[in-house]
């Protein structure tokens, strides 16, 4: 079976003496055997005479474009016709490759079709619109026809695109709808805002109206926020959420309270990027219960809301759930995270006091190590230098409460922090920690001292080395240090 007799006889748009003219034009595309047909051959044959004919449409559409650019003349509607067919040809029997190339060849047949459009509509539209539209044809093939027509800006095809996203077989299908239709704009609204009447197409419906960027949207999906299905709220909200539109804040600060975790957590997501409300709403108020969600997404949400919000008080209330002694360690993490996200002098005082609190507790080092990340993410120039005294001075205060393990590990981290944090006031508390016994911290701070002057720090160890005024133990491991350096 020959690949073209396969598409004659599977689409009724492209005819056989229609599909043998083209191999009749003088820019043969194919070669072919004596009776016209395209040879059959093995699998692999017929594959590389599908790609043959993609760079042969590709070579033809480059020379009618540069005629029409240079003369003028646009290319007779035979010619159109047989690249037409050819080229719906290969979306139906080329492999994904093929197919993909060849989708995007149509807008440059569409740009070179003369006006009216009546003659773009015969050309193109009706065959494409045919096989989008045949439920027995490949999925595959009807993927790459919606994609294509989402380029051609018609009634006919939003409607062909509103009832495929209703009836296609595939979830692959609906969402390559869904892009089409979002690439009409206001014009899929309306359609669109039908199907939001009908139970079982409602929520592909939101789905599809929040990729539109449209204020049209608001009004169609703010009736959904009190639809008996969570989804389908939830992905209203999502899709309003960010509209700067008056009822939202209202609207948000309502579905805080909604039954349903999914409609919380799009409701505090979106409360975290609205800090333009801080004046006229307590929204650290509003967002402080949700630290203490059932829902541990929910809470972790609230975590980065009130650390996007970026406010004192803010910061303020995520030290206090973190404090809390039946805060879970996934919660305190989130809230960890958010401070150090912050980067203010209130968000990294309360760093501090948390590192301080969980350097005192065996089980905390995880949180405690975490905390350390989070001060030397600082990158405020001012406080930079805060952040190195912090951790300067909870290295010193570094007591017997973590087994050796963890209290070398927080060393390390420490002093990876001051390396980067680029204090110079850290150089004596890195030198110190070069001299421990434990290899690991030796090394991380030699490397914190290369990072942040290796000169001086590396003069500080001689002349500690040289020091006979500090133990014999102490000399051996500036000597260490030095060989390692």
Request: contains cysteine; negative net charge; proline residues 6%.
């Amino acid at each position: 079976m020959t690949a073209f007799f396969y598409l004659a006889a599977q689409t009724s748009m492209v005819s056989n003496p229609r599909i043998l003219s083209a191999q009749s034009q003088d820019f043969p595309l194919l070669p072919q055997a004596e009776d016209g047909a395209i040879p059959a051959g093995s699998a692999s044959q017929i594959a590389a005479d599908w790609e043959l004919l993609v760079q042969r449409v590709q070579q033809h559409l480059g020379h009618l474009e540069e005629q029409l650019q240079t003369s003028g003349i646009r290319p007779a509607r035979t010619e159109l016709e047989t690249l037409s067919q050819w080229a719906i040809a290969v979306l139906c029997e080329g492999d994904f490759q093929d197919r993909w190339d060849m989708a995007k060849l149509f807008p440059r047949l569409e740009a070179l079709a003369a006006e009216p459009a009546e003659s773009v509509k015969q050309l193109l539209l009706d065959p494409l619109l045919a096989l989008l539209q045949d439920e027995e044809e490949d999925p595959d093939t009807r993927w790459f026809v919606a994609r294509i027509l989402g380029e051609f800006r018609q009634p006919a095809v939003l409607t062909a695109l509103v009832h495929l996203l209703q009836t296609a077989p595939t979830e692959d299908l609906q969402q390559i709808a869904a892009a089409a239709l979002a690439g009409f704009g206001k014009a899929a609204i309306a359609p669109l805002a039908q199907l939001l009447q009908v139970p079982h197409t409602r929520l592909l419906a939101v789905k599809t109206l929040s990729q539109i960027q449209d204020p049209g949207v608001v009004q169609p999906l703010m009736k959904l926020l009190r639809d008996p299905d969570p989804q389908v709220r939830a992905a209203a909200l999502s899709a309003i959420g960010s509209a700067r539109d008056r009822h939202i804040p209202d609207l948000l600060i309502a579905a805080l309270g909604d039954s349903s975790a999914a409609v919380r957590q799009v409701a505090v997501t979106e409360l975290g990027f609205r800090a333009d409300l801080l004046s006229d709403y307590d929204l650290v108020s509003l967002i402080y219960p949700l630290l203490l969600d059932a829902s541990a997404g929910v809470a972790q949400q609230a975590a980065i809301a009130l650390g996007r919000l970026g406010t004192n008080p803010a910061a303020t209330a995520l030290y206090r759930v973190a404090h809390l002694s039946h805060t879970t360690h996934p919660q305190r993490m989130a809230l960890v995270q958010a401070l150090g996200w912050m980067g203010t002098p209130t968000a990294l005082h309360h760093l501090h006091r948390l590192a301080l609190q969980w350097s005192e507790e065996a089980p905390s080092a995880p949180l405690l190590h975490a905390t350390i990340q989070a001060m030397g993410r600082v990158e405020v120039p001012e406080l930079r230098w805060q952040a190195a005294r912090y951790l300067v001075e909870l290295l010193e205060l570094l007591h017997g409460n973590l087994p050796a393990v963890q209290t070398a590990a927080v060393k390390q981290a420490i002093a990876l922090q001051l390396g980067k944090l680029g204090d110079l006031d850290a150089l004596d508390a890195l030198v110190h920690l070069a001299t421990e016994p434990d290899l690991g911290v030796k090394l991380h701070a030699i490397a914190a001292l290369k990072q942040l002057h290796p000169d001086q720090g590396r003069q500080q160890l001689e002349a500690l080395s040289n020091n006979h005024q500090v133990s014999e133990q102490t000399r051996q491991e500036v000597a260490i240090a030095l060989a390692e350096w």
